[in-house]
């Protein structure tokens, strides 16, 4: 990335680290990004230039031969802007829109599920990417990065099963068993949390999430058959409208999870639609 008018560069530190000794910079910490919206996307789907409001605090250790240096402790705002080289494909859903992945990986806890557990253990292993492992668009390689402070929580691991509803409290615990040892041998030095579930709070976990999950089936029920096919560019945003209308009229919150499933099913290629996938192996 770079300050949008200007060549100047962005650093990744992690929170031990200092500015090099070469660099000639401004450190900031406590950074937060105001939301892009859905016409931004659009250009960050063409490769055009994005820009990306932040705001963060001066911090110590900043390094300047610039004239009138703001103080250790200010508040300021730069407009960086993407490089429409970056190709990374995962952004983070936001309160008002969304964000470039790497607005989001600071000390947040990522639910990983099944899948996303198999990637990590195909791809890592002692915490380095294996060799001629391909490397995804994705933010799993950000996770061996060192400024990366975020943790893991495979409670969706857990929670899933291979039958058509939620698993006990023994089929919980033990995929648990099995996803903190996998992640343990791929990437050791992230942090996982929790690393276990007593039986009272997993079976109260599982009691809660019967009604969540019942409004979800029944929101998926009235629009899977609109999704069965991938709807176009040009008609994708009356389809998000019509998708985030019919969670309201079901009752659920436009962030319930089954509304990212399908809204993820709806921006698929021909070539690979999850949800006609899912939908295939729930009926047989």
Request: charged share 20%; net charge negative; with cysteine.
């Amino acid at each position: 990335m770079q300050q949008a008018g200007s060549p100047v560069s962005v650093m990744l530190l992690a929170h031990d680290d200092v500015l090099p000794p070469y660099a000639d910079g401004v450190v900031l910490t406590e950074v937060t990004a105001k939301p892009l919206t859905l016409d931004d996307w659009f250009k960050y789907q063409k490769d055009e230039p994005l820009s990306v409001e932040i705001t963060g605090r001066v911090d110590v250790g900043s390094n300047t031969s610039k004239p009138g240096v703001t103080p250790v402790g200010t508040w300021i705002s730069r407009s960086l802007q993407i490089d429409p080289s970056i190709k990374n494909e995962s952004i983070c859903l936001v309160d008002g829109g969304w964000l470039p992945l790497i607005y989001c990986l600071a000390g947040t806890n990522i639910f990983v599920d099944k899948n996303v557990v198999a990637e990590i253990k195909a791809r890592f292993e002692g915490g380095k990417i294996k060799p001629g492992a391909a490397s995804g668009k994705d933010f799993l390689d950000l996770l061996v990065e060192q400024p990366c402070s975020s943790s893991l929580n495979p409670l969706p691991y857990g929670l899933e099963g291979n039958i058509q509803g939620l698993p006990d409290v023994d089929l919980v615990h033990e995929q648990l068993r099995v996803a903190l040892a996998d992640l343990a041998d791929s990437i050791p030095h992230v942090k996982v949390w929790p690393k276990s579930y007593e039986r009272e709070e997993t079976q109260a976990t599982l009691n809660s999430y019967h009604p969540y999950f019942s409004k979800g089936m029944e929101f998926l029920q009235k629009v899977g058959p609109s999704l069965m096919a991938t709807t176009g560019r040009s008609k994708r945003r009356a389809a998000w409208q019509k998708l985030i209308q019919a969670a309201r009229d079901t009752g659920i919150s436009p962030q319930h999870i089954s509304v990212t499933m399908a809204l993820s099913a709806l921006t698929a290629s021909q070539n690979f639609n999850p949800f006609h996938i899912e939908c295939s192996f729930s009926h047989k």
